[in-house]
Nanobody
């Protein structure tokens, strides 16, 4: 079964950058739509960015548009989230998710219930 492992979180000052990576254990990972979500204490999990199987279609939440970039590397079986111009309000646990029930989907998905496989999460803390 495919497993997802996130890495790249940490503590950064406001205005700084971090790059999160989500690695999968199986080659079929490259055929799934993927998403990055975040959850701050006391808040619901929210979509940050999403990407379809080919990488040709992406979505960004308004709060991160222009600052974050989602991408995937089929050869390396990874999905990355490049985060620039970080703000204190970006502080949260970040999770990558895969929709393994559908292969080669041309669309991306925005609802956590659309995904059935989750990584363990990585903490991002932005200091002011």
């Amino acid at each position: 079964q495919v497993q997802l492992v996130e890495s790249g979180g940490g503590l950064v000052q406001a205005g700084g950058s971090l790059r999160l990576s989500c690695a999968a254990s199986e080659r079929t990972f490259s055929t799934y739509a993927m998403g990055w979500f975040r959850q701050a204490p006391g808040k619901e999990r929210e979509i940050v960015a999403a990407i379809n199987w080919s990488g040709g279609s992406t979505y960004y939440a308004d709060s991160v548009k222009g600052r974050f970039t989602i991408s995937r590397d089929t050869a390396k079986n990874t999905v990355a989230l490049q985060m620039n111009s970080l703000k204190p309000e970006d502080t949260a646990a970040y999770y990558c998710a895969a929709r393994t029930t559908t292969r080669y989907s041309r669309q991306y998905y925005l609802n956590p219930n659309d995904y059935n496989l989750w990584g363990q999460g990585t903490q991002v803390t932005v200091s002011s």
